[in-house]
């Protein structure tokens, strides 16, 4: 709780009567919404009486999200998409175009981790394809989709659920940072291409957040994440103030000593990975015992 207190009090509360004025009439479509991060904007959204459109795999939990979205006061439209499927993200586009019209705020939220150093990754090739296939170019072929009529109607706002890894370089992540890091570094080429057209594009780097994604990795259950409550709040910060960048304290103290000192924040960081593979390597070994 410590650590929640600490990060309301740095990244500031999105105040309830704020959004209502923020939303109206707006059309918010959130990839990932039927869990975590995404289902908890939805639900603040709702709270607020907007309009959401949730995407995900599974039309079961879509369903769920969708009545609890609407029992708050808020409207919910649902589609199934694989977005790491091309054919799949098209005909999401063209649908979603064809019954609503143009979209006012693309939250791309969904994601896929994959938690494996190098040294375990020479054969895995297919690691870091899935990854770019969900986190970059699914997110990228709906940014491309939806870009155009933002452009045309000079209105529209992209937000990206990056990483707090991106800024620390975080090791047994270079499959999933690399992917968001992709994402990150195509929406910065595009913003300067359209500052022109007041559509806004954020980054927002999430820390460690306690959802479905990170539960695979026990060790992640002794650590002090932030709530998937409090990681939507740094999502609908960015769709009140549109800056081009939300991030945590900590992440920018990692960017900052990366900057000054590269060689300093690989020691800190390799040391880390050393440590904990040791931890790692003397479990195995008391398994086998």
Request: aromatic letters at 6%; charged letters at 25%.
């Amino acid at each position: 709780m410590a650590l929640e207190t600490l990060l309301s009090e740095t990244l500031g509360i999105v105040r309830k009567p704020i959004l209502p004025k923020v939303l109206n009439k707006k059309l918010t479509l959130i990839t990932g919404g039927s869990s975590g991060i995404g289902l908890s904007v939805a639900r603040q959204i709702g709270e607020a009486g907007g309009t959401v459109i949730l995407v995900a795999r599974g039309l079961e939990n879509l369903e769920i999200a969708k009545k609890e979205v609407e029992s708050l006061g808020g409207t919910a439209y649902i589609y199934t998409c694989n977005l790491s499927d091309p054919e799949s993200c098209k005909e999401l586009v063209e649908k979603v175009l064809k019954e609503h019209g143009p979209i006012d705020v693309l939250i791309n939220n969904a994601g896929r981790s994959i938690r494996r150093s190098v040294n375990e990754a020479y054969d895995r090739l297919h690691d870091f394809e899935r990854t770019m296939s969900l986190n970059y170019f699914g997110c990228l072929q709906l940014i491309l989709g939806f870009l155009p009529s933002m452009r045309e109607r000079k209105k529209g706002h992209i937000i990206n659920i990056s990483s707090a890894g991106c800024q620390s370089n975080v090791p047994r992540f270079s499959a999933y940072i690399a992917s968001k890091s992709a994402l990150d570094a195509f929406s910065r080429c595009l913003a300067n291409e359209m500052a022109q057209d007041n559509v806004h594009i954020t980054t927002v780097y999430m820390p460690l957040v306690r959802t479905p994604m990170i539960a695979p990795t026990k060790a992640y259950d002794y650590l002090p994440v932030m709530s998937p409550e409090r990681a939507a709040q740094m999502v609908l910060k960015s769709l009140v103030t549109k800056q081009k960048k939300v991030t945590t304290p900590l992440g920018s103290l990692a960017e900052v000593v990366y900057d000054i000192s590269p060689s300093s924040a690989t020691t800190i960081m390799n040391l880390s990975f050393r440590f904990e593979e040791k931890l790692r390597l003397r479990r195995e070994k008391a398994k086998t015992a």
